[in-house]
């Protein structure tokens, strides 16, 4: 069975903060995709980022990066110097070889205050 | 120019009738899905077709079916809805099921709100 846990419902932080949202997943596959989608009060999903099982180089984009870490099972995400325009419910997800769906974390919200 | 289109967007309705939602892509991809969003945010997958082909159908209620007349259409239809049906949905796409289109992401249509009265 597949599991991604989202243990902060929701972070509330001031404009210019850097913020982590942790991503935390289990999973018997030694193959599989992890994910990050953005979801704006506007409601629509956007794909921010994926990472492979087997490449566990850390990326950065902008005020983006992601920490992968293997060994604990962690797909970190960082906010550096947020914004307003942040704030959204952002989900992490898992996919795994032998299942084409993804299996979401239960998503956190961030509020980003003036 | 829109990706993944998915119409209505919102859709009040009454218990007991029934409602179709459509989703259309124009990505190319091959394989669609349907995802459940609840009051409470949390994101399940329902069904999936490629190529027409049903190949994810997760425990849903048999009132729900879908129906995917070709590879870039997948709709949704729902019989004798319940306010537990009351929830967002979703219709993603992605490219086909070959082992080197697996890690390539889901694009989502901006969901469609189902209200149920």
């Known amino acids: 069975a597949q599991k991604v846990t989202q243990a902060q419902t929701e972070i509330s932080v001031v404009e210019k903060e850097d913020v982590t949202l942790d991503c935390v997943y289990e999973t018997r596959d030694t193959t599989y995709y992890l994910f990050w989608y953005k979801q704006p009060p506007s409601g629509e999903l956007v794909f921010l980022i994926r990472?492979?099982?087997?490449?566990?180089q850390n990326e950065i984009s902008g005020r983006y990066s992601w920490n992968f870490q293997k060994s604990t099972s962690s797909f970190n995400f960082t906010i550096t110097a947020s914004q307003v325009v942040d704030s959204a419910v952002y989900f992490c997800a898992l996919r795994g070889t032998g299942r084409r769906a993804l299996t979401f974390g239960s998503g956190t919200r961030l509020q980003v205050q003036p | 120019d829109t990706a993944v289109s998915q119409t209505p967007k919102y859709l009040v309705t009454q218990m007991g009738n029934d409602k179709s939602i459509k989703c259309e892509q124009n990505?190319?991809?091959?394989?669609m899905y349907w995802y459940k969003q609840d009051s409470k945010k949390f994101l399940k997958i329902m069904f999936s077709?490629?190529?027409?082909?049903?190949?994810i159908n997760e425990t849903v209620p048999n009132r729900f079916s879908p129906k995917s007349p070709d590879k870039a259409h997948l709709n949704l239809h729902i019989n004798s809805l319940e306010l537990g049906d009351s929830a967002v949905y979703f219709c993603a796409s992605s490219q086909g099921l070959g082992t080197g289109n697996i890690n390539q992401p889901q694009h989502f249509g901006d969901g469609t709100r189902l209200s149920i009265l």
């Open positions: 990505l190319g991809h091959d394989t």
């Open positions: 077709y490629n190529n027409k082909e049903l190949i």
């Open positions: 990472r492979n099982s087997f490449d566990e």
